[in-house]
């Protein structure tokens, strides 16, 4: 009787070992197996990620050179489409803008003329110098391109503001002076703040505004002819008219009489041209 329980000990045992070893090599198995599993999942995460910095590096390859041939594209129409007397007119201007400034500097015969003529003569050169710069170069960078239109545009508010400036500051006086000064130059400044900050603003939207900061004078108009005299006052109104027409020449982009050598803006050039040719007469004739 006393072996039969041993005997069932003793199978127990065995049974209990077995179950351990069992479950040990499964387990030894298991992680056997889970190591293989994630040595496996590594290598092929390397492959992976080696493909992917490599196609990465393709792509941003490709983009480089489709970015390049894009703006050696860019460039090539920019240079195709360009009229060819583009800029002509305002090269020539240039030059002979700054011998008459410098002829102007000479005539001053008082500081306060010199001052006056001087800010005249700067902002009339530098439209036309920079607008040469702009329209004669074919840049080939397109950042570079924007630079220069962004400064040609700005020009123009300079020379508004330096065209009133002798007027204001040599035939009116006191508050007149001080205000039309204050009025033109801080629009001026508004207006070139615009053109260099709004890269893609309408043709429409910087016309208006030459014309709005160009129209500031005509609020001292007649306080200026009443010193300068009435031949004095048909010059500058006639300098503004052109300057007006120009402006609807240049948003409308009419007449363009021949694209490929002498087109709209062409033509807004020589506006621009004899507009400031009349301001200059009124400023050498009746302010000095």
Known sequence: ????????????AQ??????????AARDGAVERAGHARDAAVERAGVARDAAVGMAGTA????????AAVKDSAAESIKAIKPKFRGVSHEWAFFL????????????????????VGIYS????ALFGVSALYHRINWKSMRSRMMMRRLDHSMIFLLIAGTVTPFA????????????????????????IVELLWISSPKWVSAAMYVAVGWIGAVAFPQIVGTAGVWAGLLIATGGILYTVGAV??????????????????VFHLFVIGAAAFHFAAVAMFAL
């Open 1 to 12: 009787m006393s072996q039969g329980p041993r005997k069932a000990r003793d199978r127990a």
């Open 169 to 192: 500051l040599l035939n009116l006086t006191g508050t007149w002076s001080t205000a039309i000064l204050i009025a033109v130059w801080s629009a001026a400044i508004v207006g070139i």
């Open 15 to 24: 049974a209990r070992e077995s179950a351990v070893t069992r479950a040990t």
């Open 97 to 116: 803008s700054l011998g008459l400034g410098i002829s102007l500097l000479i005539i001053a015969d008082t500081p306060k003329k010199l001052l006056a």
């Open 122 to 125: 700067v902002s009339l050169c």
């Open 249 to 266: 020449v240049y948003a409308t982009g009419r007449p363009d009489p021949s694209p490929a050598y002498f087109g709209y803006h062409e």
């Open 60 to 67: 941003r390859d490709a983009a480089v050179e489709r970015a």
